[in-house]
């Protein structure tokens, strides 16, 4: 019986772990967001290096922000990679696409969609920069960026943008 009373707690406890209920969702917010696949190329022009950010979670993944109000998907792009790498000189070469997901923020979902651009790095000198909530940022080989990027659907526009920076169709 002493048996009984022991293992009943640990199961009552065990229960209300599992069975316990997340907040109700009460309000779907979307947000848009924009960045952008940042590249250069190796001193020889052989190879490509993507630049990315390592996220306070230890992600990588590229730079990308909220967009603000007045502000077009591309100046956001811009703007963030800016503010996110310490990068100026850049050049928006064309949209490759957007991606969605979602998570839960308390009792809200939120709908991210964000819109990714081919974005070239113009000057060879300048060196990237992190922002104090990250833990990394640098240049990765092609091939290590797409072993490093943490998301399926940021993979897929790489593999989209290396086709447009090799050909040239921007």
């Not at 100026?88 to 070469?93: A, N, P, R, S, T």
């Not at 969605?100 to 081919?118: D, I, N, P, S």
């Not at 399926?152 to 593999?159: C, Q, T, V, Y």
Request: cysteine-free; aromatic content about 8%.
């Amino acid at each position: 019986m002493p048996t009984e009373q022991y293992k009943e707690p640990k199961l009552e406890k065990f229960r209300q772990v599992v069975l316990r209920k997340k907040p109700e969702i009460k309000e779907i917010v979307r947000e848009p967001t924009a960045g952008g696949i940042v590249f250069r190329m190796t001193p020889d022009q052989k190879d490509i290096e993507i630049l990315l950010i390592q996220d306070s979670k230890n992600r990588w993944t590229i730079p990308k922000g909220h967009i603000e109000p007045g502000e077009t998907a591309k100046q956001t792009a811009i703007r963030e990679i800016g503010e996110e790498s310490g990068l100026k000189h850049v050049d928006v070469l064309s949209w490759l696409g957007k991606i969605h997901f979602k998570y839960r923020r308390l009792e809200k979902l939120v709908l991210m969609t964000t819109q990714v651009y081919l974005v070239q790095s113009l000057d060879k000198n300048e060196h990237p920069t992190k922002e104090k909530w990250m833990n990394g940022i640098r240049w990765f080989s092609f091939a290590d960026a797409l072993d490093a990027i943490e998301y399926a659907d940021i993979e897929k526009l790489m593999l989209i943008a290396k086709r447009k920076i090799r050909s040239g169709e921007y």
